[in-house]
């Protein structure tokens, strides 16, 4: 049985990390606040888990809805996975986080182009897609870079 794409597949996964999420939560509770740091070490793995519980139960939603129309998405048997995708994006990160480290651009632009080429090449380079993972990628760029040295005050890797 095939998997990919499956409603339930869907579903099992979204309740795993929900569960997951929540023993972060749970364990997280008694972290002492900071005492170098404005907010602690708390908030960054609570934020982070409740977020990922929030796109999980989103995910559940859209898996239940399809279980009760059709059993499953009409594209799926469109859909032929391509396992060099998991390669080529496993060696971009690694070239993104090098050229983090050798500060050959500030984490924003770099951000952002490493997150339109990813996308673009996940979503094979068709051109509705490609706008918006240029949206995604600088918006997720900059604000990332905003929150990190504005809200969480991190230095980042810069020129």
């Known amino acids: 049985m095939d998997l990919q794409g499956s409603p339930r597949w869907e579903l099992g996964v979204a309740i795993f990390f929900v ?4 023993v972060v939560l749970w364990e997280t509770r008694d972290i002492p606040p900071g005492t170098f740091e404005p907010l602690g070490s708390a908030p960054v793995p609570q934020a982070t888990a ?7 139960i989103a995910v559940g939603i859209s898996a239940v809805r399809r279980l009760r129309v059709s059993g499953g998405p009409a594209d799926a048997a469109d859909y032929k996975p391509r396992p060099l995708d998991a390669v080529v994006v496993a060696a971009l990160t690694v ?7 050798a500060r050959v651009l500030d984490f924003a632009p ?7 080429i990813v996308i673009s090449l996940l979503a094979r380079f068709k051109l509705s897609a490609m706008a918006g993972a240029a949206v995604v990628g600088v918006i997720t760029g900059w604000g990332a870079q905003y929150a990190f040295t504005r809200i969480f005050v991190v230095d980042l890797p810069g020129l």
Not at 19 to 22: E, K, L, P, R, Y
Not at 50 to 56: A, H, N, Q, T, Y
């Open 19 to 22: 569960a997951a999420c929540s």
């Open 50 to 56: 409740v977020f990922i519980m929030m796109l999980s």
């Open 95 to 101: 070239g993104y986080v090098m050229l983090l480290d």
């Open 110 to 116: 770099l951000t952002a182009i490493f997150l339109f």
